[in-house]
């Protein structure tokens, strides 16, 4: 079944169910990634070593924040757990179909929602993962203070850290934050998905958004929206219908470059090469 034998035994025992076969699935860039079947259905079986059983642990948490907020679709928690060996994490299996006719903007709907949903503070009480990258959700009341200090300066510094960006190039980074004070408009704490491009949407057997691998905090809205056209093409439909929960402050696309300078900094670490240009190209913009 191509499962480690521990990790096989801890799903049967989970599931209190005869485990009948597994399957190679999508998913599994950073974890191996399973859909165990069994007498009750499929489930969807993530393991790895031991030691990432803190990314299923805060992964496990942020789904279920999410579906606690009653506006969107996540996979159901199953369980996750660890052996001497391996850790693992299973989920609800999501059977995926064509997408329906009002996707768009039941998606623009359901994150305009999830971004009502509000706290008292920048960023979460605990910190997970983005990609295979730690993290950081320090709280801040200020979201300037939040995205400079969790955000932009630890990827940053990992960049500078591997050689993947010059000290030059930092020191346009301060000239930047120098520059931003009155740039973002005020809002209040949005609960985010936090990892919210087209491969952590799927397209669930009724037709409608399912939002899988989040890296969730409290932060601005717009840095959410911005991440999601940073490598897709997301139609007008889609903020239409958000705007119609959820209004956005005027000139919002302009600042999309500068929210995605984070998941920028983020692929510059993991993979270098043309990210470090459109790091740069941004600044040329702005600095």
């Not at 993290?135 to 630890?154: A, V």
């Not at 591997?162 to 301060?174: C, D, H, I, N, V």
């Amino acid at each position: 079944m191509n499962i480690p034998q521990s990790v096989r035994k801890s799903v049967h025992d989970l599931l209190n169910i005869s485990i009948t076969g597994a399957y190679t699935v999508g998913g599994g860039c950073i974890h191996n990634a399973r859909e165990v079947v069994t007498e009750n259905g499929s489930f969807f079986l993530k393991f790895n070593e031991r030691h990432h059983l803190s990314n299923f642990e805060v992964e496990a948490k942020g789904l279920n924040l999410l579906r606690f907020s009653e506006e969107v679709t996540v996979p159901q928690v199953i369980g996750y757990g660890e052996d001497e060996n391996y850790a693992w994490l299973v989920l609800e299996f999501v059977k995926q179909a064509e997408k329906n006719a009002r996707y768009w903007e039941k998606l623009g709907w359901q994150i305009a929602g999830l971004h009502r949903h509000t706290a008292s503070v920048f960023g979460l009480d605990f910190d997970n993962y983005i990609g295979s990258l730690p993290q950081r959700n320090h709280q801040h009341k200020r979201w300037l203070d939040f995205f400079i200090t969790e955000r932009i300066r630890p990827m940053l510094l990992m960049a500078v850290n591997q050689r993947e960006l010059g000290r030059s190039t930092a020191g346009y980074f301060e000239i930047l934050f120098s520059r931003l004070k009155d740039f973002f408009p005020e809002e209040p704490p949005a609960l985010l998905h936090g990892d919210l491009w087209g491969g952590n949407i799927l397209t669930g057997e009724t037709g409608f958004p399912v939002l899988i691998d989040p890296a969730v905090y409290y932060g601005h809205r717009e840095a959410e929206l911005a991440f999601m056209t940073l490598f897709d093409a997301i139609p007008q439909r889609f903020f239409d219908a958000y705007e119609e929960v959820y209004p956005l402050s005027p000139g919002y696309r302009d600042r999309f470059d500068l929210y995605n300078l984070y998941p920028l900094l983020v692929h510059v670490n993991l993979f270098g090469g043309g990210y470090i240009a459109s790091v740069e190209n941004i600044l040329r913009r702005f600095v």
